[in-house]
């Protein structure tokens, strides 16, 4: 159980970080109704918000970035908000425009 | 770790424990969204997910920050998906297969990616462990050095009260401690450093204006969003000649 003792370091939070970004770009990728793509995108914001949170920990280097990272978290998570707003409004016209929330079928958005 | 297992009941690191459980969590049930193609499963896990994520942000001591991942992501934003999702779901949407050729694309690039990033995080070295807990760990055993030579000195094996006292919160910080943020954030709105005293001489003029800017971004935004999701039906019913766009 040597892995539990010993203290996590920046690398750790940053590999997650990775994780969740990858993931959300896959799921960007593959899914093909819209909401889904939306979650992927949720997902890569929370990526992104967990690398600049841990280089703003004082708890792993001396020379952190401080409330610079907590700030710049807190833009992206209302940023965030905003585009789910803007971009579930986009798919909700889609939807009653075209009666499906596929995307495939969206090469023909006119209007 | 330390000379005085009874005062540090068990040296597992409860950080780390936690720190692999919430990230389990969230990775976990990430690629669980990834696999799903059930969009009313999918909205589920990407809840967990991100309530997991919020975990891990107060980890990192970033308490206000985890704070508001808990309420705008997982009470506001995902509360919006998943309307979203309901109004949206009918039969043939629920669940929709992807071909198997984008599947193969879509994990190759992620896999390179994956690999790349992870390459990365761990190829600094000053990035692999905790600066403050290994300085906790150093004053914790130069405190203990010193009480063993006091203990020396006068020939007794137990502590005394003072000892002990000076000692425990030591320990309790290794165990438990992180520097606490929460109010520094509000006070670094208006520009006062309390992190970073040294850049408050600089013309530091603090996050007020970009707070500002966000927040009517995010007003704008909202009257957009309502103006795009307003439906035929109701717009028709505003205007009685039924000349609506």
């Known amino acids: ?111 | 770790m330390t000379n005085f297992p009874l005062l540090l009941a068990a040296e597992i690191n409860w950080h780390t424990v936690f720190f692999y459980l919430t990230s389990f969590i969230a990775c976990g049930f990430a690629l669980a969204m990834v696999v799903s193609s059930n969009v009313v499963r999918m909205a589920f896990f990407l809840v967990l997910s991100l309530a997991a994520t919020s975990g891990l942000i107060f980890l990192t001591g970033a308490h206000f920050v985890g704070a508001m991942q808990l309420m705008i992501y997982v009470g506001g934003t995902v509360v919006l998906l998943i309307f979203g999702v309901m109004l949206t779901a009918q039969q043939a949407f629920i669940s929709m297969k992807t071909k198997a050729g984008d599947w193969i694309l879509a994990l190759i690039v992620g896999g390179s990616l994956l690999a790349l990033l992870t390459q990365i995080a761990f190829s600094v070295p000053a990035w692999r462990s905790s600066d403050y807990q290994a300085r906790l760990q150093a004053e914790v055993t130069a405190a203990e050095e010193e009480i063993i030579a006091a203990m020396a000195a006068d020939n007794r094996t137990e502590l005394t009260a003072a000892e002990a006292a000076k000692l425990r919160p030591l320990l309790a910080k290794v165990k438990y401690g992180q520097p606490e943020l929460t109010s520094q954030v509000g006070l670094g709105l208006v520009g006062v450093r309390v992190d970073k005293p040294e850049l408050d001489s600089l013309g530091y003029s603090g996050y007020l204006l970009p707070f500002e800017i966000v927040s009517v971004h995010l007003l704008v935004v909202l009257v957009g969003a309502a103006y795009l999701a307003r439906s035929k039906r109701s717009a028709v019913m505003q205007t009685p000649e039924g000349d609506a766009r």
């Open chain 1, 1 to 111: 159980m040597n892995f539990l003792t010993e203290p996590v370091g920046l690398s750790h939070f940053l590999a997650v970080g990775a994780f969740l970004f990858v993931t959300g770009v896959v799921c960007m990728a593959t899914k093909r109704n819209t909401l889904g793509i939306l979650m992927g995108v949720e997902l890569v914001l929370n990526g992104a918000n967990i690398n600049f949170v841990a280089f703003a920990s004082p708890y792993f280097r001396e020379d952190n970035l401080g409330l610079e990272g907590n700030l710049l978290a807190l833009f992206v998570i209302v940023l965030a908000a905003a585009e789910a707003a803007v971009a579930l409004a986009i798919a909700l016209n889609y939807y009653n425009n075209h009666s499906t929330i596929d995307v495939d079928k969206a090469n023909e958005l006119k209007g």
